[in-house]
């Protein structure tokens, strides 16, 4: 028996990605979150962080946000906001910190984005190491 | 009787006609298959979003306080309708026939008494329908300087869709536009977005998972709500800019077939109407010499 299922990232003009997968990462709204075969239906958002699809290798995608459902053995991200790790550059990485940074310290902007935001940072941070 | 220059010179317009109708055919041939596979491609995820919407309308218990956005604000008053059309024209019946189907609505909601609103999307259904429902017109949207549709425009309609909603100002929301489904045949349709239509409910089959959710279900219907009017809006204008390409593109390819007709049926009377000076010389020719 098979101990993998399918992910399917998408976006709005596109099927992002689809492939099967033995082990998903997702950075979940209220933390990351591993997800196996036959977990329990589900139904999350994303904060800014890392997808990590596991199987014979590990491919690993930039989010900002999205909608993730588990149902069946398939795990449906929808984002609008997914980015491959190859399209960053250093120089990007670091204007996306500090708009990032210039909006928390913004009065406008409120607790639950500054919450949002902080995760931003810290995602960006990390792999800019 | 039409003179030789005056069939000579029909023939050249008609012709020059054609070859612009020729080029805009291309244009369109060429700006579909960009149109349509993005409309294709956008699809799964306004599918998936509303699928996931569906799910979370099942496993609500308690109605009463289900965010509005999804049940309604429980009257049957005040309408919304968004028609969505083209910037050009030039593209058959494209833009009437949208306004045909939002029209024969618009009637309806009238007729039963009810309260309407109306927000267009393109210029060219704004023209068509502010001659008889101007009134109504509560805005107007234009794209037109946009080369491509992005999820903003979308965004754009979708945040003034919600605003209204929570201004109280409607209790159903219906989005008019041209589901694409091949080069020839387009279809009009007119999709209720609030609140969210659930007769789709038995397509997704009758199973009844209980979801985990995290956050809480409400906090994650509030949240996606917006979005998946956003999205279903975006999915409007992708279909109907695939639609557009299309239908213009039909509409072009007949035009250059009639001019095609037109110039055959002129050159024919040209050529008649040639030879008729001709013999007529002739004959003036001759009968001046016999009677010499």
């Keep these: 028996m098979s101990e993998k299922f399918t992910v399917e990232i998408i976006t709005p003009d596109k099927s992002f990605l689809k492939s099967e997968a033995a082990e998903v990462t997702i950075p979940s709204y209220e933390g990351q979150m591993g997800i196996l075969k036959d977990h329990i239906s589900l139904i999350t958002f994303l904060r800014p962080g890392f997808i990590l699809i596991k199987n014979a290798e590990e491919k690993k995608f930039y989010v900002e946000e999205g909608t993730v459902e588990f149902s069946n053995n398939k795990l449906l991200i929808l984002t609008s906001t997914v980015k491959d790790l190859k399209n960053f550059n250093k120089d990007l990485v670091e204007n996306l910190v500090q708009e990032a940074e210039k909006k928390l310290n913004d009065q406008n902007t409120s607790d639950k984005e500054k919450y949002i935001i902080s995760y931003k940072i810290d995602a960006l941070k990390e792999l800019s190491l | 009787m039409p003179s030789l220059d005056d069939l000579k010179k029909r023939i050249k317009s008609v012709k020059s006609t054609q070859k612009i109708t020729k080029a805009m055919k291309m244009v369109a041939a060429a700006k579909l298959r960009k149109a349509q596979e993005s409309a294709e491609k956008g699809r799964p995820y306004s599918q998936k979003m509303q699928n996931i919407i569906l799910n979370l309308t099942k496993s609500i218990n308690d109605p ?19 028609v969505l059309t083209a910037d050009r024209g030039l593209c058959g019946g494209f833009n009437s026939n949208i306004c045909k189907l939002a029209k024969t609505n618009f009637k309806k909601i009238i007729s039963e008494g009810k309260e309407l609103n109306i927000i267009t999307v393109g210029s060219k259904g704004h023209d068509q329908i502010k001659r008889e429902y101007g009134k109504y017109v509560i805005k107007k949207f234009s794209f037109k300087d946009k080369k491509n549709i992005s999820f903003n425009e979308a965004d754009e309609v979708g945040k003034e869709i919600i605003s209204l909603f929570n201004q109280n100002k409607f209790d159903k929301c219906i989005i008019f536009y041209n589901n694409f489904k091949n080069v020839i045949t387009q279809i009009p349709q007119a999709q209720q977005i609030i609140p969210a239509e659930t007769k789709n409910l038995k397509e ?63 050159t024919i009377d040209y050529n008649r109407s040639r030879q008729a000076s001709i013999t007529k010389e002739l004959i003036e020719i001759i009968s001046g010499a016999e009677s010499l």
Excluded: H
């Design chain 2, 64 to 82: 009463q306080n289900a965010p509005k956005l999804l049940v309604g604000t429980g009257e049957d008053k005040k309408y919304l309708c968004v």
């Design chain 2, 204 to 266: 997704s089959n009758d199973q009844n998972f209980s979801y985990e959710f995290e956050p809480e279900e409400d906090e994650i219907l509030e949240d996606l709500l917006p979005k998946n009017i956003s999205t279903q809006v975006f999915k409007a204008l992708l279909e109907n800019a695939a639609s557009e390409q299309g239908s213009r593109m039909t509409a072009m390819d007949n035009a250059t077939r009639n001019a095609g007709d037109l110039v055959d049926k002129l």
